[in-house]
C-alpha cells in the first residue's frame, strides 16, 4: 500500500541557518504530496502541496519539489527563524478523487526545533 | 467560517469506560476524517466518510472504536471500552471537492486513559 516515510524524528537547528526536513513515498500512482505544519496547541495545517505542473511550491519561505525519480518531496527554508519550530508532516493523497476521496497518508512528523 | 469543531477538548477516562469524542466539519465539505496522534506512529487514519457513507474504517481499530455521521454537519467517534494505550490526541478534520485536497484540522480531543 502507499507509505510516506520521514526519517528524522528530530531537528535542531541554530536560528539561520537552512532547513531541510525529508520525505519519501511509496505509491502505485502519481499522488499528491503535501506538508502539513503543527505548531504547540494547534491544529495541523496545509503548509505546502505539490502541483500537477511540476511548478515548486512555496509559502512563508518554505519549499518542496517533487523528485518522482527519487519518489521524494523534501522541505526546504534558506533561513530557520525561531517562530519555524513546530511539527512538521509529510503526506499523500491518490490523485483520483473518485476512489479516494482526499484521504491523506501521513508519515510519523519531524519535530523542529529552532534554537537561538 | 468556522472551521473543524471539536469537543471535549480534553478528557479523563478510567479503564474500561466508554468515552465519546464530538466533531463539527467545515460546513458543506463532504469528507470527513478521523486520526489519531501519537509521538510514536504520528497521525494514523481511524475513519474515513465521504457524504456520511463510511468509506474506510481503520482495520486495526475495529474493535473498540466506531465513528458514526448521523448527518452532515455531526460526527463522533466512540471508544469501547478504553484502555490505556488508547492515550492520545483524536484529530478530526473535513475537505471538500473544491477544496483542493486540503484537509482542515480541529484543533483535537486529548484523551488520556488511567
Known amino acids: 500500500g502507499d507509505s510516506v516515510t520521514q526519517t528524522e524524528g528530530l531537528v535542531t537547528l541554530t536560528e539561520g541557518l537552512p532547513v531541510m526536513l525529508n520525505c519519501t513515498y511509496q505509491?502505485?500512482?502519481?499522488?499528491?504530496l503535501f506538508w502539513y505544519v503543527q505548531h504547540l496547541n494547534e491544529a495541523p495545517k496545509l503548509l505546502l502541496k505539490s502541483f500537477t505542473d511540476n511548478k515548486r511550491p512555496e509559502h512563508q519561505g518554505f519549499h518542496a519539489t517533487l523528485h518522482k525519480s527519487s519518489s521524494s518531496f523534501h522541505l526546504q527554508k534558506s533561513s530557520a527563524q525561531l517562530s519555524d519550530s513546530a511539527l512538521y508532516y509529510c503526506?499523500?493523497?491518490?490523485?483520483?478523487?473518485?476512489?479516494?476521496?482526499?484521504?491523506?497518508?501521513f508519515g510519523i512528523g519531524t519535530l523542529l526545533s529552532v534554537k537561538p | 467560517d468556522a472551521g473543524v469543531t471539536q469537543t471535549p477538548r480534553h478528557e479523563v477516562a478510567e479503564k474500561g469506560q466508554t468515552i465519546i469524542l464530538k466533531c463539527e466539519p467545515v460546513?458543506?465539505?463532504?469528507?470527513l476524517f478521523w486520526y489519531r496522534q501519537t509521538k510514536i506512529q504520528g497521525l494514523e487514519l481511524l475513519s474515513y466518510?465521504?457524504?456520511?457513507?463510511?468509506?474506510?474504517d481503520g482495520g486495526a481499530f475495529k474493535d473498540r472504536f466506531k465513528a458514526e455521521m448521523l448527518n452532515s454537519s455531526f460526527s463522533t467517534l466512540k471508544i469501547q471500552p478504553t484502555e490505556p494505550k488508547d492515550s492520545a490526541v483524536y484529530l478530526c478534520?473535513?475537505?471538500?471537492?473544491?477544496?483542493?485536497?486540503?484537509?482542515?484540522f480541529g484543533e483535537g480531543s486529548r484523551l488520556i486513559v488511567v
Open positions: 478534520a473535513s475537505s471538500g471537492q473544491g477544496s483542493g485536497n486540503t484537509l482542515y
Open positions: 466518510f465521504r457524504s456520511k457513507s463510511l468509506m474506510e
Open positions: 505509491s502505485t500512482y502519481s499522488p499528491f
Open positions: 503526506a499523500l493523497s491518490d490523485r483520483d478523487y473518485g476512489s479516494s476521496g482526499n484521504k491523506l497518508i
Open positions: 460546513s458543506g465539505h463532504n469528507d
